[in-house]
């Protein structure tokens, strides 16, 4: 056993550590890591800080969904950030072991952060679209999904990290790109699902006229925006990452370089994007959606007749950057 991983690592070193060399490469990877160290690092550690400093401030036991999703994202970046220096450590020193330990632990991270974005996506879909259905699985059930979820996305980055392995010093070119495809489209179906329901509610002030236009919707529905083009520009960079390994990895090219291509299609959105997950906990909490029910059917459930002269107002309130649902009788 010992001898096959040995003849491997040989063989992949031939692969994809011929270019130790090359001072273009040398210099690439200097500049993303210092990057990663001196910008992005300290970035993710501050919204870390700042994730548990808000659990520990609260009142309830319970940690909010949102939360537990923005941990598992964070140690997926700070996870990409010691790969990649793994990775930029092994390359420097010729060290073919280290370096295969950072390669496939990106892959990881990178498998992981796709994921948990995804399932983040699909809260806010729920949260928006769904508020009764969201509220209900605030609770205990809710909490189990959460973490069978969670613990699904974890296993299927092992299983995709698997596959890197096995398809070694190839690359699973169509299995990436359709495991990428359908994470794309579920998080344009979710993203389009929140902007149409934020634009068909309308972003007029209540009780104001058409033109009076409530700044913190406004500010909400710009930041999904930016939130959705963000990520699109991240699996894009990715998809073409994918191709390029799968198109010119057995071709007489610069095989670094062709690995760097995965971090610097991607690196322009990573700090973008948590700096707007951080704006999104910020502006989304003073957006309030107002929707007026009269007599209406709600998720198969009938809503009693409104008191004469009264109203029953259903209250969608943006907190952390989710929805809860209350109603009231005016």
Same mark, same amino acid.
């Given at each position: 056993?010992?001898?096959?991983?040995?003849?491997?690592?040989?063989?992949?070193?031939?692969?994809?550590?011929?270019?130790?060399?090359?001072?273009?490469?040398? @210099?690439?990877?200097?500049?993303?890591?210092?990057?990663?160290?001196?910008?992005?690092?300290?970035?993710?550690?501050?919204?870390?800080?700042?994730?548990?400093?808000?659990? +520990?401030?609260?009142?309830?036991?319970?940690?909010?969904?949102?939360?537990?999703?923005?941990?598992?994202?964070?140690?997926?970046?700070?996870?990409?950030?010691?790969?990649?220096?793994?990775?930029?450590?092994?390359?420097?020193?010729?060290?073919?072991?280290?370096?295969?330990?950072?390669?496939?632990?990106?892959?990881?991270?990178?498998?992981?952060?796709?994921?948990?974005?995804?399932?983040?996506?699909?809260?806010?879909?729920?949260?928006?679209?769904?508020?009764?259905?969201?509220?209900?699985? +605030?609770?205990?059930?809710?909490?189990?999904?959460?973490?069978?979820?969670?613990?699904?996305?974890?296993?299927?980055?092992?299983?995709?990290?698997?596959?890197?392995?096995?398809?070694?010093?190839?690359?699973?070119?169509?299995?990436?790109?359709?495991? #990428?495809?359908?994470?794309?489209? @579920?998080?344009?179906?979710?993203?389009?699902?929140?902007?149409?329901?934020?634009?068909?509610?309308?972003?007029?002030?209540?009780?104001?006229?058409?033109?009076?236009?409530?700044?913190?919707?406004?500010?909400?529905?710009?930041?999904?925006?930016? @939130?959705?083009?963000?990520?699109?520009?991240?699996?894009?960079?990715?998809?073409?990452?994918?191709?390029?390994?799968?198109?010119?990895?057995?071709?007489?090219?610069?095989?670094? #370089?062709?690995?760097?291509?995965?971090?610097?299609?991607?690196?322009?959105?990573?700090?973008?994007?948590?700096?707007?997950?951080?704006?999104?906990?910020?502006?989304?909490?003073?957006?309030?959606?107002?929707?007026?029910?009269?007599?209406?059917?709600?998720?198969?459930?009938?809503?009693?007749?409104?008191?004469?002269?009264?109203?029953? +107002?259903?209250?969608?309130?943006?907190?952390?950057?989710?929805?809860?649902?209350?109603?009231?009788?005016?």
């Amino acid at each position: 056993m010992q001898a096959n991983h040995s003849q491997l690592f040989s063989t992949n070193s031939s692969d994809y550590l011929t270019c130790s060399d090359g001072i273009l490469m040398f @210099i690439s990877l200097y500049i993303y890591n210092t990057l990663n160290i001196l910008v992005f690092l300290p970035l993710y550690a501050l919204v870390f800080w700042k994730s548990f400093q808000r659990w +520990r401030n609260q009142t309830t036991g319970t940690t909010s969904h949102s939360d537990i999703f923005t941990y598992c994202i964070i140690s997926m970046e700070i996870l990409g950030v010691l790969a990649s220096n793994l990775f930029y450590f092994g390359f420097n020193k010729n060290v073919s072991l280290v370096n295969m330990v950072g390669y496939f632990s990106l892959h990881f991270a990178y498998a992981g952060q796709t994921l948990f974005h995804c399932l983040t996506c699909m809260e806010r879909h729920l949260a928006v679209c769904h508020p009764i259905t969201y509220r209900a699985l +605030r609770r205990a059930g809710g909490v189990k999904v959460r973490n069978i979820s969670i613990g699904c996305a974890w296993l299927l980055c092992l299983a995709l990290t698997g596959s890197t392995f096995l398809y070694f010093p190839d690359f699973p070119t169509v299995m990436s790109l359709v495991a #990428l495809g359908l994470t794309l489209l @579920i998080v344009c179906f979710c993203s389009l699902s929140v902007l149409r329901a934020l634009v068909h509610l309308g972003l007029r002030k209540v009780g104001g006229t058409q033109k009076q236009i409530d700044q913190s919707k406004m500010r909400a529905l710009h930041t999904v925006m930016a @939130i959705m083009i963000t990520q699109v520009l991240r699996f894009c960079g990715l998809a073409v990452s994918i191709v390029i390994f799968g198109s010119l990895a057995s071709r007489d090219v610069n095989i670094c #370089l062709l690995q760097l291509s995965v971090p610097l299609l991607c690196l322009p959105t990573n700090p973008i994007k948590k700096k707007i997950l951080d704006l999104t906990k910020n502006c989304l909490q003073t957006f309030m959606v107002h929707v007026t029910v009269s007599r209406s059917d709600l998720h198969g459930k009938t809503i009693r007749p409104d008191p004469p002269g009264g109203l029953v +107002r259903y209250h969608q309130v943006f907190t952390g950057g989710f929805v809860t649902c209350k109603k009231e009788f005016q």
